[in-house]
């Protein structure tokens, strides 16, 4: 039953009845992976797809010259890869995790089988998944209409909102991410996140380190307009 409970809190199964969870429930597998561990690396064949049923999870693809672009921060609740169904495709990026992590593993043969016996289960799941696509194209069309500073700044707000836990007056995000992480989310050099994380510090928005972020002042930042 608890299984069912976790099913029934992720996004993907938000449609189905307790039936149909029950179904996928009987299919998951539980894994346990240690902070900075891979869970499977770009290129191999797919054999699961995963939600988190805590920890974070970071997710990205390296270049030709070893170079890491970072395609997503995923949290309780979330699935990847998202293109983890209904081809045979390799694992589209790497995924490691950044803190101690659980996760829900589900066969894709045997999810995929499952979908064929319960047509109107794959109909309610690929409803979800067209909005997160919606999603997602919304999230790149609002980046490539930004400059690099307003990226930077849009980033860390995000950060706050989904990853941040409030203590008092100020946000914490223990997210561990180096300068150089977020240049490659947003796509700039680490000297420029640099300096735009030194221009928050001096105006004592934020502190942030190896270990995550702290927001001291969380209107300010809403505010901040780039100097």
């Known amino acids: 039953m608890e299984t069912v409970e976790l099913l029934q809190c992720m996004p993907m199964f938000r449609e189905l009845n307790q039936d149909e969870l029950f179904r996928i429930g009987q299919v998951v597998i539980e894994r346990r992976f240690y902070k900075k561990t891979y869970i499977f690396h770009e290129g191999e064949s797919k054999e699961a797809v995963y939600f988190i049923k805590e920890g974070l999870v970071k997710t990205f693809k390296t ?15 979330e699935m990847f890869p998202h293109t983890g169904l209904f081809h045979n495709k ?13 996760l829900l ?31 997602l194209q919304g999230k790149v069309q609002e980046l490539t209409g930004q400059d690099v500073q307003d990226r930077g700044h849009s980033f860390i707000l995000k950060l706050a909102e989904y990853y941040g836990t409030v203590k008092g007056d100020e946000i914490h995000i223990p997210l561990p991410m180096t300068h150089q992480d977020i240049a490659n ?9 640099t300096r735009l994380l030194n221009q928050l ?27």
């Open 63 to 77: 270049d030709e010259n070893g170079h890491e672009q970072i395609m997503s921060f995923l949290k309780r609740g």
């Open 90 to 102: 390799p694992y589209p990026a790497t995924a490691e995790a950044l803190l101690d992590t659980v």
């Open 105 to 135: 593993a589900i066969p894709v043969k045997s999810f995929e089988s499952l979908l064929l016996e319960a047509p109107s289960m794959a109909i309610k799941i690929m409803n979800v998944m067209s909005d997160k696509i919606q999603e």
């Open 185 to 193: 989310v947003i796509g700039t050099t680490r000297e420029t996140v």
């Open 201 to 227: 510090r001096k105006a004592r928005i934020l502190d942030a380190d190896r270990r995550g972020f702290v927001i001291h002042n969380p209107e300010g930042l809403r505010n901040w307009k780039k100097r």
